[in-house]
């Protein structure tokens, strides 16, 4: 199977004066000319964008709705680093809703596929996947996992175990305690098994059904 083309994009406010982002972006030319990645396209926006519907600025507004789509379902936030602010003309009194880019911001993409968006922050956890971590990682030619994946995948384990701590004895409905592969209630004493189908099967009962299978000749 042959691998994804790794793309990413970097969106920097302009023009790049800083020399954290100049840094950054040289070390995505490093990874495209070391092959670390396959495609670098640098994109600019401006500090801040007026939401307006007749904003000059409308392919960086798209990218932000396309960014919160993404951390939508992926269970992370892009605030910050976009901000959202409202100023007030002092002559008109007439107030503009702004929308403040971040300094970068960068997209990846696994062939036609949008792994992730960084800067992004699970607030549950309190932690940032940051634009400089990112970069370390394709840099050794990793592809970044963003931190929504890994909070699902936790959370799906604790969904298995706790379903296989809560099952039900058969007998008295009370819970069952897993004792790798042997199910014990401690409330009315039953032991047993799970059966291939997914069944508890008592002990007692296992037994006598191979008690009655043994034949006279195997006595």
Request: with cysteine.
């Amino acid at each position: 199977m042959p691998e994804s083309t790794i793309t990413a994009v970097c969106h920097v406010r302009a023009p790049l004066l800083l020399e954290p982002v100049d840094r950054q972006v040289e070390t995505l030319r490093v990874c495209e000319s070391d092959g670390t990645i396959d495609d670098l396209l640098l994109r600019s926006w401006p500090k801040e964008i007026a939401l307006t519907d007749n904003s000059p600025y409308q392919e960086s507004l798209e990218s932000f709705e396309r960014f919160g789509e993404w951390a939508g379902k992926q269970g992370v936030s892009i605030r910050p680093p976009f901000k959202k602010r409202t100023t007030t003309s002092q002559l008109s009194g007439a107030t503009r809703e702004l929308l403040v880019m971040p300094l970068i911001c960068l997209e990846i993409y696994a062939d036609d596929e949008l792994v992730g968006v960084f800067p992004h922050t699970d607030e549950e956890l309190e932690e940032t996947y940051t634009t400089d971590e990112v970069i370390a990682s394709l840099r050794t030619g990793e592809l970044p996992t963003p931190l929504g994946s890994a909070s699902e995948r936790e959370a799906s384990t604790e969904s298995v175990a706790d379903q296989q701590s809560g099952t039900d004895c058969p007998d008295c409905g009370d819970s069952l305690i897993n004792g790798q592969g042997l199910f014990a209630c401690s409330s009315c004493g039953w032991i047993g098994t799970l059966s291939e189908t997914g069944a508890y099967v008592s002990q007692l009962d296992r037994r006598a059904t191979q008690t009655s299978t043994v034949s006279p000749a195997e006595q």
